[in-house]
């Protein structure tokens, strides 16, 4: 398949909808560069399971808040593959506190980690997707981006300006070929919502119309059409179950 010599960067590729998306895009096939932070082990153990299927991806630390620390990642990719065809911005936190709580700190730690990140990343990448008049930008934002959720307005704000960030990108950057486009997940079942109580969970499945939470496969899988589709660009795709209609 010609899709499958692309070299892929997933940031916050460890753990969560991250390793989903590694996992399904270097099992089929893809030259696939996990990026992490602090979740080392979680790292390492992806890159041995996915070696015992003798499958090889790259695993690079890199804080993507941090400028110095994006462009050695980025400087090592190219020098080993000479492009970076897709890039998938996924590096984030949540944060659950009434608005009134949050502190200065607070916010600027989620702006830094969530939108911060992705404008470093992007914009470093970016030239040299010009470079070769092609490639593909897939930001992960949320439903709360989309709605707004109560007692997460700073998380909520980042979600929203991604989402304005990848349709205004993707007008800048169409006439090059470059498409950007942004998935919006639902509730997936990941480490980011072990807060909830299982009363939780199943309250809230009540109000999804498939009646089930989402897994990280079912991100990965539309990240996998993204790459490979040729004609959608300025999207925010929500990826939900219908939890709102």
């Known amino acids: 398949m010609e899709y499958c010599n692309k070299v892929i960067l997933v940031t916050g590729g460890s753990r969560g909808i991250g390793a989903g998306i590694v996992r399904l895009l270097a099992l089929n096939g893809y030259k696939v560069i996990l ?5 080392e082990n979680c790292a390492k153990d992806i890159k041995e399971q996915l070696k015992k299927e003798n499958i090889n991806i790259d695993i690079i630390k890199a804080d993507v808040t ?16 000479g ?10 936190i949540s944060q659950e ?9 607070d916010w600027k730690n989620i702006m830094e980690v969530n939108l911060d990140s992705v404008y470093y990343c992007t914009k470093m990448v970016l030239p040299y997707m010009l470079a070769n008049k092609t490639g593909c930008i897939i930001n992960i934002s949320s439903i709360w981006g989309v709605t707004g959720g109560s007692c ?5 704000t980042t979600k929203a300006a ?8 993707a007008k800048e950057m169409g006439p090059s070929n470059i498409r ?3 998935i919006a997940p639902g509730i997936i079942d990941t480490d980011m919502n072990k807060n909830l109580s299982k009363e939780d969970i199943e309250r809230i499945k009540e109000e999804i119309p498939l009646n089930r939470i989402g897994q990280s496969e079912d991100i990965a899988k539309c ?5 490979e589709d040729k004609y959608t660009t300025g999207q925010i795709i929500n990826v939900n179950g219908g939890w709102f209609i």
């Open 66 to 81: 941090n400028k110095a620390d994006i462009s050695y990642m980025i400087n090592k990719i190219i020098e080993k593959y």
């Open 180 to 182: 950007v486009n942004c």
């Open 162 to 169: 991604i989402n304005g960030f990848t349709k205004a990108l």
């Open 35 to 39: 990026n992490y932070n602090k979740s």
């Open 223 to 227: 990240a996998k059409w993204l790459i």
């Open 97 to 105: 506190k009434l608005f009134l709580d949050l502190s200065d700190e």
């Open 83 to 92: 492009r970076i065809d897709v890039l998938i911005n996924n590096a984030g």
């Open 152 to 156: 997460e307005v700073a998380y909520s």
